[in-house]
């Protein structure tokens, strides 16, 4: 019989969660039993849930607990699995609409894109369901008679997982569905912005039917805290792959460890994604993928919009129009109305991290087309704000003018509501602009002609490139992954990602019965002589 959800008052309509860690199938406290809360990001006052602040001694002891799973799930056929897996889907189907509002509640994200995100994880699992199916291996024909050649894939072991807050519960599936359906076992290190969202999709995967300790999940913080712990693990040999979403900064940490490790992370970094509009475009479409991708979700997306790349004959045009739509589109609490594009900054560090920009901006020289700037307060909301905006960190969209490819503003990576406008002359410059940054993760061009269409697929360095549509739009079975400082060229997602989590192992059956060696005990036969062409010439 399913367990009932512990939770406590906490003054709100909706009661608190009180969130534990999954290890071999157990909930445990911390073993330092101090808990934190999270709150909703739209109100810092709602508790979503309070969650266990895990260190050294729980990962070890849920790396103990995956290593001690692994033997019975790696054996496990991969079509159960996949079943398994498929489970999942379905039960994140039955609890789609909860699910979406705990993404809309505990982390600010508006209820379509919430929906969206939950819509993600169902994908995920359906795609890997019949993967089960799949995992093909091959019959090679060898070099000589009676033996036969054959790859399989293997798993790797016990998996590490840290995962970042702004796609709670959509990024932890691509990662968790495809390592366990290729027979690996999991610790997982959810964001500390959403502990309730990671423990309720850890108590559907239990209800799906994933075996104890198949998935463990130890809630806390990163730098410092349990994050660390499962970067020490693979220090201490208990983890055999780690698989990374967040910072450019923090991943290359992570691939310093694995790699004296002689360990392949997957690591999805960050992000300054162009996006070229052409004298050709279709201007109104463009205007709204311009929009929702460098605000939607207030910008904290590793595919929101950074570098604006206009051409000359639209470019005031289309300024003057991205300006009008911002001061049309509603901001805040995104629990209180649907129609809200975005909600707060996910936490206290992304709102201080976004309001450091403008010092960078103005010392770059580049010029602000919005008026207002920063937080958004009771004295200067917008007339159409909704809720509270003291109750959350929200900001002011934000629009810069005057960008070039030497400033640091075209370069760095914000991850807030702001978007980077610079102007070209044409395809080339466009192109060396869209190129400018160091990232290479998404991009995008708005244009009518096949030419230059194909001539940006083939310029581009990015891992994803849309060609009239946002910079975001990863599906459950397209690679997603990026370039330059946006990864490691691993990828998530669809048939790519099974390469993440499993190795290749060739085997040769021998049933010649007397010894012949590749290479060496080879007949090829003999060349005859030349033909004799001569007379031709
Ligand atoms: C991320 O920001 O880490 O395509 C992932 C998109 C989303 C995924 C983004 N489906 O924008």
Request: with cysteine.
């Amino acid at each position: 019989m399913a367990r009932k959800l512990q939770t406590q008052a906490n003054g709100n309509l909706t009661p608190s969660v009180i969130v534990r860690n999954w290890v071999g199938g157990e909930e445990r406290d911390a073993t330092g039993g101090v808990r934190f809360d999270s709150r909703s990001a739209s109100n810092q006052v709602d508790v979503v849930g309070t969650a266990p602040l895990s260190g050294m001694e729980d990962v070890e002891a849920a790396c103990r607990a995956a290593a001690a799973a692994y033997p019975a799930w790696s054996a496990t056929p991969a079509p159960v699995r996949g079943e398994i897996v498929g489970r999942i889907g379905e039960a994140i189907s039955h609890h789609k609409e909860l699910l979406s509002k705990l993404v809309c509640r505990e982390i600010g994200k508006s209820m379509k894109e919430s929906r969206g995100e939950v819509q993600e994880v169902i994908d995920t699992a359906h795609f890997f369901q019949s993967e089960g199916r799949r995992l093909y291996g091959q019959t090679v024909h060898s070099e000589m008679p009676n033996k036969e050649l054959f790859t399989y894939r293997r798993s790797l072991g016990v998996a590490g997982m840290i995962t970042a807050g702004n796609f709670p519960i959509a990024v932890p599936s691509w990662k968790i569905l495809p390592a366990i359906l290729t027979g690996n076992t999991v610790v997982w290190k959810p964001s500390e912005d959403a502990p309730v969202i990671a423990y309720l999709f850890g108590r559907i995967m239990e209800e799906a039917g994933v075996p104890a300790g198949v998935v463990n999940i130890v809630h806390g913080a990163g730098g410092g805290g349990a994050g660390e712990a499962i970067l020490a693990c693979v220090d201490k040999g208990l983890i055999q792959k780690i698989s990374f979403t967040g910072s450019t900064a923090v991943g290359r940490k992570v691939g310093e460890v694995c790699g004296r490790n002689l360990q392949i992370p997957s690591l999805e970094l960050g992000g300054k994604n162009p996006m070229v509009v052409l004298r050709d475009a279709n201007i109104d479409v463009a205007v709204e993928g311009a929009l929702f991708s460098g605000y939607g979700t207030a910008g904290q997306r590793c595919t929101s919009l950074g570098n604006l790349i206009l051409d000359k004959p639209i470019a005031a045009e289309f300024k003057a129009r991205l300006l009008k739509r911002l001061s049309e589109i509603k901001i805040g609490d995104v629990t209180k109305s649907e129609d809200v594009l975005y909600g707060p900054m996910i936490n206290q560090r992304f709102y201080e991290n976004f309001m450091k920009h403008f010092e960078m901006g103005k010392a770059d020289g580049a010029r602000l087309l919005t008026e207002k700037h920063g937080r958004i307060t009771k004295e200067n909301a917008p007339a159409n704000f909704v809720g509270d905006p003291d109750a959350g960190y929200y900001v002011f969209p934000t629009l810069w003018e005057g960008v070039t490819a030497d400033m640091k503003l075209s370069q760095t990576e914000i991850f807030g509501p702001v978007v980077t406008v610079m102007e070209v002359d044409g395809f080339a410059e466009a192109l060396a602009a869209a190129n400018c940054a160091p990232y290479g993760l998404s991009s995008s061009c708005y244009t009518m002609n096949p030419t230059d269409i194909l001539r940006f697929k083939n310029g581009i360095h990015a891992g994803m490139t849309s060609i009239n549509n946002t910079t975001n739009g990863a599906e459950a079975h397209m690679p997603f992954g990026g370039v330059g400082w946006s990864g490691n060229g691993t990828r998530e997602s669809g048939v790519w990602v099974i390469d993440a989590y499993t190795r290749w192992h060739a085997v040769n059956e021998d049933l010649a019965g007397k010894l012949q060696l590749a290479q060496m005990d080879v007949d090829f036969g003999e060349t005859k002589e030349p033909t004799d062409l001569s007379f031709l010439a």
